[in-house]
């Protein structure tokens, strides 16, 4: 599995010969060229995961492409005119020929009621989970965890401890586009110190960066 990283929480997945893109949000623009798509999968409504410009942009590139999400999303899709599906909770289901699986949450606490929307996890090929904006638990074998590591809502020591519990065989950080680069030196670090303690492979990885998880 080939990851390439676009700022915040867009990633461009190549798995067994697919090529699957996440929430395309504000923070990036690279995610508007690329081509070829099979999937978009889309975790949450926030403008930094998804920004509807890029969405139309990307969508009129790759018109083949079918978009994943939950019901809350789709309310602002369906105002877009972009045909989406929702997959059934926690069930592996096959799409444009690679498994995807959706765990329903929420979006973590900001302060109290502020941001908390409906937020779905993915699970993609059996091998990479993505939260989005929730510490969601998928209780199977992880091998690679794209790990939300900074923002209002994300606190060092609850994402790590979360990290912990998935116990992915590799994590890498997503969610970190807030911090300037002595930021990331300094979180990704953290990250990669406390979690090589635990036995997980914290991998430190930049926007525009393309690393290849096998």
């Known amino acids: 599995?080939?990851?390439?990283?676009?700022?915040?929480?867009?990633?461009?997945?190549?798995?067994?010969?697919?090529?699957?893109?996440?929430?395309?949000?504000r923070f990036s623009v690279a995610q508007n060229e690329v081509r070829d798509l099979d999937i978009i999968l889309i975790t949450h409504e926030h403008a930094d995961h998804l920004h509807?410009?890029?969405?139309?942009?990307?969508?009129?590139?790759?018109?083949q492409a079918k978009v994943i999400t939950n019901e809350s999303v789709g309310k602002i899709l369906t105002e877009l005119g972009v045909v989406y599906e929702v997959l059934p909770d926690t069930t592996p289901t096959e799409c444009c020929g690679v498994m995807v699986e959706a765990f329903p949450g929420k979006h973590v606490?900001?302060?109290e009621e502020v941001g908390?929307?409906?937020?779905?996890?993915?699970?993609?090929?059996?091998?990479?989970?993505?939260p989005g904006d929730a510490y969601i638990q998928p209780h199977k074998l992880v091998p690679v965890l794209a790990l939300p590591v900074a923002g209002p809502w994300c606190k060092a020591a609850d994402a790590i401890k979360y990290a912990i519990a998935v116990n992915p065989q590799k994590a890498f950080p997503v969610h970190d586009a807030v911090l300037n680069e002595e930021g990331l030196k300094l979180t990704h670090g953290i990250f990669k110190t406390q979690l090589a303690a635990k036995g997980i492979d914290f991998v430190p990885m930049q926007s525009n960066e393309v690393i290849d998880f096998n």
Do not use: H
């Open 1 to 25: 599995m080939q990851i390439t990283k676009f700022g915040q929480c867009c990633l461009l997945i190549e798995v067994s010969g697919k090529r699957i893109l996440t929430d395309p949000g």
């Open 52 to 63: 509807s410009e890029s969405l139309t942009e990307i969508i009129k590139n790759n018109p």
């Open 109 to 111: 606490e900001i302060f």
């Open 116 to 130: 908390q929307v409906q937020n779905i996890g993915f699970f993609v090929a059996e091998q990479l989970f993505y």
